[in-house]
């Protein structure tokens, strides 16, 4: 989901990725394990033409309320 001129900071190596929902969007949420062993997650999806990511080594629905509550 990465666009010309937009750069990942994710390792995507050892990233697995899914297709999930975030409210009427469909969203690429990547997991993989950190440096430290915790979990990490990315998630981007496109809304109103406007692309988004959230990411960070918080809770899986941690993430996906904060990406919900994003309009």
């Not at 390792?11 to 990490?40: I, K």
């Not at 997650?41 to 994003?70: C, F, Q, R």
Request: hydrophobic share 30%; net charge negative.
């Amino acid at each position: 989901m990465i666009q010309p001129g937009q750069q990942s900071l994710f390792d995507n190596e050892h990233t697995v990725y899914e297709t999930v929902r975030v409210g009427e969007a469909d969203g690429v949420l990547g997991t993989s394990s950190g440096e430290d062993g915790q979990q990490v997650y990315t998630l981007n999806w496109e809304s109103n033409g406007i692309a988004h990511t959230v990411m960070g080594g918080i809770p899986y629905d941690e993430i996906i309320k904060i990406a919900e509550s994003i309009r």
